[in-house]
């Protein structure tokens, strides 16, 4: 299996940005994407950002512009940097790597980190 570690949360003003990181490690399978999701009490897990194997990302509309996904050179950390946060980003940020185990794909997620902006 992999394992995941996110960090990087916390307490920032709207305009203002922070840097969310996430290492994974164990495990033998193929991971063919990576990103990050994030989760208000009320609403469902949303995709925010996603790296694919061959590089290509993805954002949601609400940031696109604003944050920006990254990997550093030998893939085992992704980052989020999230620029112009506003209060709408308040949400607990989960890591996510989709990997091929046993033949099909399986999401791992890391523990989550709280990212509060106030206005």
């Known amino acids: 299996q992999v394992q995941l570690v996110d960090s990087g949360g916390g307490l920032v003003r709207a305009g203002e940005s922070l840097r969310l990181s996430c290492t994974a490690s164990?495990?033998?399978?193929?991971?063919?994407?990576k990103g990050w999701y994030r989760q208000t009490p009320g609403k469902e897990r949303e995709l925010v950002a996603q790296i694919t194997r061959g590089g290509n990302s993805n954002y949601a509309d609400s940031v696109k512009g604003r944050f920006t996904i990254l990997r550093d050179y030998n893939e085992n950390t992704i980052y989020l940097q999230m620029n112009s946060l506003k209060p709408e980003d308040t949400a607990v940020y989960y890591c996510n790597a989709r990997a091929i185990a046993s033949g099909s794909p399986t999401d791992y997620w890391g523990q989550g980190t709280q990212v509060t902006v106030s206005s």
């Open positions: 164990g495990g033998g399978s193929t991971i063919i994407a």
